[in-house]
DNA sequence: GGTAGACCTGGACGC
DNA sequence: GCGTCCAGGTCTACC
């Protein structure tokens, strides 16, 4: 199967595999010195299928072995939209940000664009296991229950989807506590269960406005302040910064010469920024 | 509303 | 090799 998409130009591929660390992250993986996303991804028919992404003129294309029916296509073409944020129009955001010096390298680069996984319910779990431990150990909490709960696929079963939500509520808590999830595996295991039974919809947050989508976030158990407000960026909202340890570092050591910082004085750094701040954070030149 | 302590793991460090 | 300490967000109990 081939599939040609078109973005909201300016569009580069490379700049939203190196948006953050996503890429890194199972069921993703990056090819040919990071030209290439490939991805295990398990359609709602149940067939598992390797997606290769590719930059092309005006957009990306989709290559996977088989022949898909057009239902298929049109499931593949949606989550490559929607993981690429190809629809997402940022001319506002770099009319905003011209005359930044500190910013000068955006636009060139088409930056903007931050890479996510087809299901929120996917990035919920993957930043519920960012929080309160370092990001190798976010790499290998992800990898194990892919490993152990995703669908194998057939070509290769050593390589797995992420796991559904049905597929998660169906384990135990001690069984995900096994794969080194400490603490967090109750909020995992509680999250699948709710959205495999309906009583969670996550694919809503991807339409409803701000303040709705901060207060359905926060209702979730393990997702608190810092790990609502990354959801919320990567689901377009980019007016509150997603403050952790290491935003407090770089704030204090760029505007408070190294003084001990809060979220309020973070907030406070981007304010001018306005709807742009979380944006203007994350693609700030802090080389200096 | 604000604060302290517990939760888990891996890595760094000292012995 | 072993034990101790620390970093990393969120939750809950308490004031």
């Given at each position: 199967?081939?599939?040609?998409?078109?973005?909201?130009?300016?569009?580069?591929?490379?700049?939203?595999?190196?948006?953050?660390?996503?890429?890194?992250?199972?069921?993703?993986?990056?090819?040919?010195?990071?030209?290439?996303?490939?991805?295990?991804?398990?359609?709602?028919?149940?067939r598992v299928v390797e997606?290769?992404?590719?930059?092309t003129t005006g957009g990306a294309s989709v290559e996977a072995k088989g022949r898909f029916t057009g239902a298929e296509r049109e499931e593949v073409g949606y989550k490559v939209w929607w993981m690429l944020g190809l629809g997402q129009d940022f001319s506002p955001f770099y009319r905003r940000i011209r005359n930044a010096p500190k910013l000068a390298h955006v636009e060139p680069k088409a930056m903007g664009r931050l890479l996510r996984s087809p299901s929120v319910f996917e990035d919920a779990v993957k930043t519920i296991l960012t929080t309160n431990t370092t990001w190798q150990g976010t790499i290998r909490m992800v990898e194990?229950?892919?490993?152990?709960?995703?669908?194998?696929?057939?070509t290769d079963p050593s390589r797995h989807a992420f796991p559904t939500p049905q597929q998660l509520a169906a384990t135990h808590e001690a069984e995900l506590r096994g794969l080194g999830l400490g603490y967090r595996a109750p909020y995992v295991l509680e999250l699948a269960q709710h959205?495999?039974?309906?009583?969670v919809d996550l694919e809503a947050l991807k339409e409803l406005p701000d303040s709705e989508v901060r207060q359905r976030l926060r209702a979730l158990k393990g997702i608190g302040?810092?790990?609502?407000?990354?959801?919320?960026?990567?689901?377009?909202?980019?007016?509150?910064?997603?403050?952790?340890?290491?935003?407090?570092?770089?704030?204090?050591?760029?505007?408070?010469?190294?003084?001990?910082?809060?979220?309020?004085?973070?907030?406070?750094?981007?304010?001018p920024w306005g709807e742009w701040k979380a944006l203007v954070y994350w693609f700030w030149d802090w080389s200096s």
């Amino acid at each position: 199967m081939h599939l040609t998409l078109s973005a909201c130009l300016p569009f580069s591929l490379r700049a939203v595999i190196d948006s953050h660390g996503w890429s890194q992250l199972a069921p993703f993986a990056v090819e040919a010195h990071n030209e290439t996303l490939t991805r295990i991804e398990c359609l709602s028919t149940g067939r598992v299928v390797e997606l290769c992404i590719h930059e092309t003129t005006g957009g990306a294309s989709v290559e996977a072995k088989g022949r898909f029916t057009g239902a298929e296509r049109e499931e593949v073409g949606y989550k490559v939209w929607w993981m690429l944020g190809l629809g997402q129009d940022f001319s506002p955001f770099y009319r905003r940000i011209r005359n930044a010096p500190k910013l000068a390298h955006v636009e060139p680069k088409a930056m903007g664009r931050l890479l996510r996984s087809p299901s929120v319910f996917e990035d919920a779990v993957k930043t519920i296991l960012t929080t309160n431990t370092t990001w190798q150990g976010t790499i290998r909490m992800v990898e194990a229950i892919v490993a152990a709960h995703g669908t194998p696929l057939p070509t290769d079963p050593s390589r797995h989807a992420f796991p559904t939500p049905q597929q998660l509520a169906a384990t135990h808590e001690a069984e995900l506590r096994g794969l080194g999830l400490g603490y967090r595996a109750p909020y995992v295991l509680e999250l699948a269960q709710h959205t495999a039974g309906g009583s969670v919809d996550l694919e809503a947050l991807k339409e409803l406005p701000d303040s709705e989508v901060r207060q359905r976030l926060r209702a979730l158990k393990g997702i608190g302040e810092y790990a609502a407000t990354s959801l919320m960026v990567l689901l377009g909202h980019y007016d509150h910064i997603p403050t952790d340890s290491w935003a407090t570092k770089l704030v204090s050591q760029e505007w408070y010469g190294g003084e001990p910082v809060g979220r309020e004085e973070v907030e406070r750094a981007f304010a001018p920024w306005g709807e742009w701040k979380a944006l203007v954070y994350w693609f700030w030149d802090w080389s200096s």
